[in-house]
């Protein structure tokens, strides 16, 4: 089956544990029965199981002040690249996954310098300062996909609220 997987305990455990340890129940109810092995591999898997649901979607929308990066780039004050969310839209792109963005933002500010990613790295772009709802369904336009294929990653709530507003099946 392909959803099921075979763990080796001993391979997978974190450095310092033994193998009768890992096997000791941390407690037991009907049903449910976490061992400290299950609990070693909670980001692990949590980190898996979301990857797994974005390889389901054929479409990745993000923003980028504060998203992709820490700090707003139009200011010129430079900004903190955030590398580990960075890894994962590369790893999915590789997978077959299509990037957009849409930003409220200066396009000529906007660079990649230390970043994972680059502008070639998206199929899609609307940078500009008119409400992303706009640019998110000139890019669905644009691509020809629908929005229940696509996700849209934003550090703000506002913009998610409008977003799943405009498309709740996204």
Not at 82 to 88: A, C, G, K, P, V
Not at 126 to 147: F, M, R
């Amino acid at each position: 089956f392909r959803h099921v997987h075979l763990l080796d305990e001993v391979h997978v455990a974190p450095m310092g544990f033994a193998q009768i340890r890992l096997g000791t129940y941390l407690h037991t109810l009907a049903g449910l029965h976490p061992t400290r092995f299950s609990q070693s591999l909670t980001n692990s898997v949590a980190e898996r199981a979301i990857a797994v649901s974005l390889l389901s979607r054929q479409l990745i929308i993000c923003d980028l002040d504060n998203t992709l990066w820490d700090g707003v780039i139009g200011e010129g004050l430079g900004v903190q690249q955030h590398l580990d969310r960075q890894s994962i839209l590369v790893r999915l792109k590789e997978k077959g996954v299509v990037l957009a963005i849409a930003s409220k933002n200066d396009p000529t500010k906007v660079h990649w310098d230390g970043s994972a990613l680059s502008d070639s790295s998206f199929v899609a772009s609307e940078i500009n300062w008119g409400p992303k709802v706009q640019g998110i369904a000139l890019i669905y336009k644009s691509l020809n996909i629908k929005a229940k294929d696509g996700v849209f990653i934003d550090d703000r709530a506002d913009e998610r609220a409008m977003v799943s507003e405009r498309w709740p099946e996204m």
